[in-house]
């Protein structure tokens, strides 16, 4: 199994493979040691690992799991809050 080089963030997949596995060329993370990575495992729209070797979280695709394997891909850490979207526009409309 995968380790999680999230330093225990990441939720545990047991045996079950990952929806999506990015394999690229950095990928940020917001610990505390501020990592750099270059292997992201997504389940259930989570994040669900992350490692510094592109191929160490190949044990977490199955037949079903996007691979997307790009290495100039860089991925950013991002927060979405639709609350502040919808807002913004009630505040901005003109009907």
């Given at each position: 199994?995968?380790?999680?080089g999230?330093?225990?963030l990441?939720r545990?997949?047991?045996?079950m493979?990952?929806d999506?596995v990015?394999?690229?060329?950095?990928?940020y993370g917001?610990t505390?040691?501020r990592?750099?990575?270059?292997?992201v495992a997504?389940?259930?729209?989570?994040?669900?690992?992350a490692?510094?070797s592109?191929d160490?979280l190949?044990?977490?695709i199955g037949p079903?799991?996007a691979?997307?394997?790009?290495?100039e891909?860089?991925l950013?850490?991002?927060?979405a809050?639709?609350h502040t979207t919808?807002?913004?526009?009630r505040?901005?409309?003109?009907t």
């Amino acid at each position: 199994m995968a380790q999680n080089g999230l330093g225990g963030l990441a939720r545990n997949l047991g045996d079950m493979p990952a929806d999506v596995v990015f394999r690229v060329g950095r990928a940020y993370g917001m610990t505390a040691d501020r990592g750099v990575y270059q292997a992201v495992a997504v389940s259930g729209g989570r994040i669900a690992a992350a490692e510094r070797s592109r191929d160490d979280l190949d044990s977490l695709i199955g037949p079903g799991t996007a691979v997307i394997d790009d290495p100039e891909l860089v991925l950013y850490p991002a927060f979405a809050d639709t609350h502040t979207t919808s807002c913004w526009r009630r505040a901005t409309s003109t009907t």
